[in-house]
């Protein structure tokens, strides 16, 4: 009788099936970084697999259509999905700004009515000190 040596041939299915598995996944993972368009041709071609095999498996198709779709919203884009701003930075980076502009305002506010004062009371105190100009008319005679 001969020994039973199928055990080998699945192993060696399986172990084929994982490197072609992880050819893919690096090659979506290369296109990404590289702002590259992400299509299953481009996935296919740069992993060595057929397109009818990323169709097949679930996970990488569903990755390779968001990806796609995200292209799609911002082809001028070349920054990888990964590295993309979240809709929630951008809340606090819009917050922190109206922070900001809520500070600048407040300090522009106070300056003004400092130099306002300072003026004011640079004014009053020439006003004082200073001899009436000759030729100046004196309002209260000119009313009269």
Wanted: one cysteine or more; charged letters at 30%; hydrophobic letters at 35%.
């Amino acid at each position: 009788m001969r020994a039973d040596n199928s055990q080998h041939i699945v192993d060696a299915a399986r172990r084929r099936s994982e490197y072609t598995r992880a050819k893919a996944v690096q090659a979506l993972r290369s296109l990404d970084l590289a702002g590259e368009p992400v299509t299953f041709e481009t996935v296919a071609k740069r992993a060595a697999v057929s397109r009818s095999w990323l169709y097949a498996q679930s996970d990488l198709r569903e990755e390779i259509e968001r990806l796609r779709a995200v292209h799609r919203r911002d082809p001028s884009s070349p920054v990888p999905a990964r590295q993309r701003t979240s809709d929630a930075s951008l809340r606090r980076r819009l917050e922190a700004a109206n922070a900001r502009i809520r500070r600048l305002t407040e300090e522009n506010q106070q300056l003004r009515e400092q130099l306002a004062r300072a003026l004011g009371e640079q004014r009053a105190a020439t006003t004082r000190t200073s001899p009436p100009r000759a030729g100046a008319s004196d309002p209260i005679s000119a009313c009269t």
